[in-house]
Protein backbone atom coordinates (compact mmCIF):
# COMPACT_ATOMS: atom_id res chain seq x y z
CA UNK A 1 0.00 0.00 0.00
CA UNK A 2 1.38 3.89 -0.96
CA UNK A 3 1.69 6.42 1.31
CA UNK A 4 -1.44 8.07 -0.43
CA UNK A 5 -3.48 4.92 -0.33
CA UNK A 6 -3.07 4.38 3.59
CA UNK A 7 -3.07 8.30 3.89
CA UNK A 8 -6.72 8.20 2.15
CA UNK A 9 -7.72 5.25 4.39
CA UNK A 10 -7.00 6.74 7.47
CA UNK A 11 -8.50 10.22 6.37
CA UNK A 12 -11.78 8.49 5.44
CA UNK A 13 -11.34 6.78 8.71
CA UNK A 14 -10.94 9.69 10.96
CA UNK A 15 -13.12 12.32 8.97
CA UNK A 16 -15.31 10.88 6.28
CA UNK A 17 -16.85 13.20 4.26
CA UNK A 18 -15.47 16.32 5.91
CA UNK A 19 -12.00 15.24 4.65
CA UNK A 20 -12.38 14.43 1.54
CA UNK A 21 -14.05 17.78 1.08
CA UNK A 22 -11.18 19.36 2.22
CA UNK A 23 -8.64 17.27 -0.18
CA UNK A 24 -11.46 18.42 -3.09
CA UNK A 25 -11.16 22.11 -1.97
CA UNK A 26 -7.40 22.12 -3.08
CA UNK A 27 -7.57 20.65 -6.24
CA UNK A 28 -8.26 23.14 -8.64
CA UNK A 29 -5.66 25.71 -6.42
CA UNK A 30 -3.15 22.83 -4.95
CA UNK A 31 -3.13 19.60 -6.16
CA UNK A 32 -0.13 18.97 -5.19
CA UNK A 33 -0.84 20.50 -1.53
CA UNK A 34 -3.92 17.92 -1.49
CA UNK A 35 -1.62 15.18 -1.90
CA UNK A 36 0.83 15.81 0.39
CA UNK A 37 -2.18 16.38 3.09
CA UNK A 38 -2.84 13.15 2.37
CA UNK A 39 0.64 11.54 2.41
CA UNK A 40 2.15 13.02 5.65
CA UNK A 41 -0.49 14.10 8.13
CA UNK A 42 -2.03 10.87 7.32
CA UNK A 43 -0.41 8.31 5.83
CA UNK A 44 2.88 8.84 7.90
CA UNK A 45 1.98 10.30 11.34
CA UNK A 46 -2.53 9.21 12.23
CA UNK A 47 -1.08 5.77 10.76
CA UNK A 48 1.76 5.54 13.43
CA UNK A 49 1.36 2.68 15.92
CA UNK A 50 1.82 3.98 19.38
CA UNK A 51 -1.65 6.25 19.80
CA UNK A 52 -4.47 5.36 18.07
CA UNK A 53 -7.30 7.64 16.47
CA UNK A 54 -9.09 8.79 19.36
CA UNK A 55 -6.16 9.63 21.18
CA UNK A 56 -4.40 11.67 17.93
CA UNK A 57 -7.86 13.37 17.76
CA UNK A 58 -7.56 14.56 21.38
CA UNK A 59 -4.42 15.93 20.84
CA UNK A 60 -4.96 17.78 17.50
CA UNK A 61 -8.34 19.40 19.15
CA UNK A 62 -6.31 20.14 21.55
CA UNK A 63 -3.37 22.07 19.25
CA UNK A 64 -5.98 23.62 17.25
CA UNK A 65 -7.04 25.86 20.02
CA UNK A 66 -4.30 26.64 21.32
CA UNK A 67 -3.35 28.14 18.03
CA UNK A 68 -6.27 30.39 18.14
CA UNK A 69 -6.08 30.79 14.32
CA UNK A 70 -7.16 27.63 12.94
CA UNK A 71 -10.99 27.61 13.17
CA UNK A 72 -11.61 25.95 9.74
CA UNK A 73 -9.35 23.37 10.83
CA UNK A 74 -10.38 22.57 14.70
CA UNK A 75 -14.09 22.18 13.37
CA UNK A 76 -13.18 19.34 11.06
CA UNK A 77 -11.46 17.91 14.27
CA UNK A 78 -14.02 17.93 16.39
CA UNK A 79 -16.54 16.66 13.92
CA UNK A 80 -13.65 13.94 13.34
CA UNK A 81 -13.40 13.67 17.64
CA UNK A 82 -16.83 12.75 17.90
CA UNK A 83 -16.79 10.44 14.79
CA UNK A 84 -13.89 8.84 16.30
CA UNK A 85 -15.83 8.21 19.42
CA UNK A 86 -14.97 11.70 21.65
CA UNK A 87 -18.27 12.57 22.81
CA UNK A 88 -19.55 15.97 23.27
CA UNK A 89 -18.21 16.47 27.25
CA UNK A 90 -14.41 14.97 26.23
CA UNK A 91 -14.77 17.72 23.70
CA UNK A 92 -15.70 20.85 25.72
CA UNK A 93 -13.41 19.74 28.59
CA UNK A 94 -10.30 19.27 26.27
CA UNK A 95 -10.81 23.06 24.99
CA UNK A 96 -11.15 24.25 28.33
CA UNK A 97 -8.56 22.73 29.47
CA UNK A 98 -6.36 24.96 27.02
CA UNK A 99 -7.38 27.68 28.63
CA UNK A 100 -4.28 26.98 31.28
CA UNK A 101 -2.13 27.20 28.42
CA UNK A 102 -3.02 29.44 25.73
CA UNK A 103 -5.56 31.65 27.62
CA UNK A 104 -9.34 31.95 27.71
CA UNK A 105 -9.59 33.93 24.52
CA UNK A 106 -8.59 30.93 22.64
CA UNK A 107 -10.45 28.37 24.48
CA UNK A 108 -13.19 30.73 23.85
CA UNK A 109 -13.07 30.47 20.26
CA UNK A 110 -12.83 27.03 20.03
CA UNK A 111 -16.03 26.48 22.16
CA UNK A 112 -17.48 28.84 19.91
CA UNK A 113 -16.53 26.33 17.17
CA UNK A 114 -17.56 23.13 19.17
CA UNK A 115 -20.89 25.01 19.57
CA UNK A 116 -20.75 25.15 15.66
CA UNK A 117 -19.92 21.06 15.50
CA UNK A 118 -22.17 20.60 17.55
CA UNK A 119 -25.77 21.58 16.26
CA UNK A 120 -24.63 20.75 12.91
CA UNK A 121 -24.44 17.43 14.01
CA UNK A 122 -27.96 17.45 15.66
CA UNK A 123 -29.26 19.11 12.71
Known amino acids: M ?6 LE ?3 EIDGQAGTNV ?3 LKDI ?4 AEYLIEFPFGDIYSRPGLDVRSREVATIAA ?4 GTATPQ ?10 V ?9 IIMQMAVYAGFPAAL ?9 FEAEEA
Open 64 to 67: LTAM
Open 2 to 7: TRYERG
Open 109 to 117: NGLFAAREV
Open 23 to 25: VES
Open 30 to 33: APDF
Open 74 to 83: LKVHIAAGLN
Open 85 to 93: GLSKEEIVE
Open 10 to 12: KLN
